[in-house]
């Protein structure tokens, strides 16, 4: 496509080489050609020399120490040579026309981010969705509703990559190794509206690594969120916030210090687990119904 914008595509990965053919691949099958595909290896100890020969030029190779994926995601944006940039992680596939359908949005639109809804599926079972997550109600001055409840799969967003370049602010915060991606949503979220493409056009592999699944891992990305916010109030734009956030973010730092005196004293794994369930669980049903 002659004169329209490029697109330049950021997977970071650390494991799951064969999910890895199948996200480049997606990539490939756009019907929106997109100009680079800028691969990240956070220091796996996978060979990802198969990979590189099976697809050639069509990938960009960036090697670096484990440092996560946010820092992962950054260095690939430091890079990128596209007007937009789009994520996908190594584990997740896009429709073939996500790219194309979310580039027309935001170019009629003029809109600075957007992302669109997405399909569950179970690993192994690529072909029968799972369960198709309907987010066409998340849309523009959309902070607070990200503050509580982030239903935002990064693979589903596109942004333009004019305003990383005037905000350094905007990126992965690469301290987090959970969470970066809800924390750089909401500093998004903070100064532009996010426009949304209603249909389902990421698939989004769910196994037993996803750190949504984890109660343990959701306690401790919302205590870096918090602390981030608190401590860095003018990058998220003195938005407001209100008590029973507030108070549901407190409930979370009371959980994990509980929490994380029981990790010290346990060492069953399933009795942590349920144990971090316990503690997530009112602050999580006050967070789902706060409007």
Known sequence: MQNCPKVSVI?????????????????????????????????????LEPVLQRFGEAVRY??????????????????????????????????????????????????????????????????KGDKVIDLSSVHGEVFSRLLNICPLATPCVMLKKEILIQEPCLRFLKELRFGEDVAFWLRLAARYPL???????????????????????????????????CKNPNLYMKQSISRRTYFSYGLCKYGNRFYAFMERHCRKTWVLKWIARFCYFLPWILFKTIR
């Open 62 to 127: 960036l090697d670096q120490e484990n440092r996560g994926p946010a820092a992962a995601r950054n260095a690939g944006i430091d890079c990128a040579q596209g007007e937009y940039i789009a994520f996908l992680d190594a584990d997740d596939v896009w429709m073939p026309q996500k790219i194309e359908k979310q580039m027309k949005c935001m170019l009629s639109s003029g809109a600075f981010w957007s992302h669109t809804s997405y399909v569950t599926f179970l690993d192994g079972d690529f072909e």
């Open 195 to 229: 426009e949304v493409v209603p249909e389902a056009l990421t698939r989004v592999r769910i196994h037993g690594d996803n750190a949504a699944l984890r109660a343990d891992v959701q306690l401790k990305a919302r205590i870096a969120i918090w602390d981030d916010i």
């Open 11 to 47: 997977i970071p990965f650390y494991k799951g080489i064969n999910w890895l053919v199948q996200a480049i691949e997606s990539v490939l099958a756009q019907t929106y050609p997109v100009s680079e595909i800028i691969l990240i290896n956070d220091g796996s100890s996978t060979s």
